[in-house]
């Protein structure tokens, strides 16, 4: 077993239109406001950028971002991840009553040296690491699409 190996799968239930899910998924360099663990993401060309991120584990991981596939019909967004870690991510958004379901999928390698040297002991925290990193930006997803636009008054 290739202990640096790490598939990821989560489901998010979002009380928005699917087509409202896919928007803000799509646009990667938006993730900061609303996903807290998401402290940069910088778009470096058409489909491309870089982020950086942090969870519990006091360390950053930085990316690179290639977009593979953009589907809005589909409501799938795949992207190539290379630098700390390599592999892919793909959202697959759907209809789920009145809501969307967003499905989240990852399958990387750790290639950060200090996460290959922990690979075997740390593996436990490094997926509880990605699991609350996962449960805050679905929080941080579900407030963003409940707070009205910005400029919105009420009366």
């Not at 805050?136 to 997803?141: I, K, S």
């Amino acid at each position: 077993m290739d202990w640096c190996r790490y598939r990821f799968r989560s489901h998010w239930d979002l009380d928005a239109p699917p087509a409202a899910v896919y928007r803000l998924l799509a646009a990667g360099d938006e993730y900061p406001r609303w996903w807290p663990q998401v402290r940069e993401a910088v778009r470096t060309g058409e489909w491309t950028g870089t982020a950086r991120f942090r969870s519990v584990v006091p360390y950053d991981l930085v990316v690179t971002v290639g977009e593979v596939r953009q589907d809005p019909v589909a409501g799938v967004l795949e992207l190539a991840l290379s630098g700390d870690l390599e592999g892919w991510v793909r959202w697959t958004v759907k209809a789920r009553g009145t809501g969307a379901r967003a499905l989240f999928e990852q399958e990387v390698v750790a290639r950060k040296p200090l996460l290959r040297l922990l690979a075997l002991p740390g593996r436990p925290l490094f997926r509880i690491n990605h699991a609350l990193m996962m449960r805050g930006g679905r929080r941080g997803l579900r407030a963003y699409l409940a707070a009205p636009p910005p400029g919105a008054h009420s009366v």
